[in-house]
């Protein structure tokens, strides 16, 4: 196989996937669980609404977090679409789409905590009793782990067509590109698993292959690049 020429720009957009697969890591983090992770508590929605109300910019930190990282979702779309497009075009065009798609769905869920600090709002919590006000506690807080296994979904399929062309491309050692795609893969049945069985108590390990290969082609197209 002759080789294949590597512009300036994709030398960039690796260099950018590599940076924003760590940043928006980070901001994940922070936000899911570094944030709302610490002030909801799933089974007492009346501590949560404690929670909330005793440390509200932590909950809106967390929220900031999120919006910041499903930004970022899109451009590492196009930064990945630029750097797989001439291995195959209109499979990482679709992919990219599934990726704005992913952002669009984890966005707008954001709306979800949204309403449940509004609800401590006087003008709308004194509305409700305290079991009501729990009761839509529960309900906003599980739409918004529903909404984001649908939009884990969309980054399965996306991350799998992109890993597939990583593969293809030799880009990256192709151990960690078929890594990609068996991390993705293995999302994209823990989403269709919960969706059908959602009380199943395994679905973050079908997530954690992802994150680990997340960082390591973070690190990878940082500070290698690509070849």
């Known amino acids: 196989m002759s080789a294949r020429v590597i512009t300036r720009q994709q030398h960039l957009a690796a260099r950018l996937a590599g940076f924003l697969y760590l940043f928006l890591m980070l901001c994940g983090v922070v936000g899911e669980f570094g944030a709302r992770g610490n002030l909801i508590v799933d089974d007492d929605m009346a501590k949560t609404i404690g929670n909330i109300a005793a440390s509200p910019h932590l909950f809106r930190l967390g929220i900031v977090c999120d919006l910041t990282a499903f930004a970022g979702d899109v451009a590492i779309a196009v930064a990945l679409y630029v750097l797989l497009s001439p291995i195959g075009k209109y499979l990482a065009l679709t992919c990219a789409f599934w990726r704005v798609a992913e952002a669009a769905v984890l966005g707008a869920i954001t709306l979800n905590s949204m309403t449940m600090l509004l609800l401590l709002d006087p003008r709308y919590g004194h509305a409700f009793s305290p079991d009501q006000l729990q009761s839509l506690f529960a309900l906003f807080n599980d739409t918004h782990d529903v909404g984001y296994t649908v939009g884990m979904f969309f980054l399965a399929l996306g991350c799998m067509g992109f890993s597939y062309l990583l593969v293809r491309s030799r880009y990256v050692p192709r151990w960690l590109a078929a890594f990609g795609l068996f991390a993705y893969t293995a999302m994209f049945v823990g989403c ?34 690509v070849r």
């Open 192 to 225: 269709l698993i919960t969706f059908v069985f959602p009380d199943t108590p395994y679905g973050l390990g079908f997530y954690m292959p992802a994150g680990i290969y997340e960082i390591l082609i973070g690190l990878w197209l940082l500070i290698r690049g």
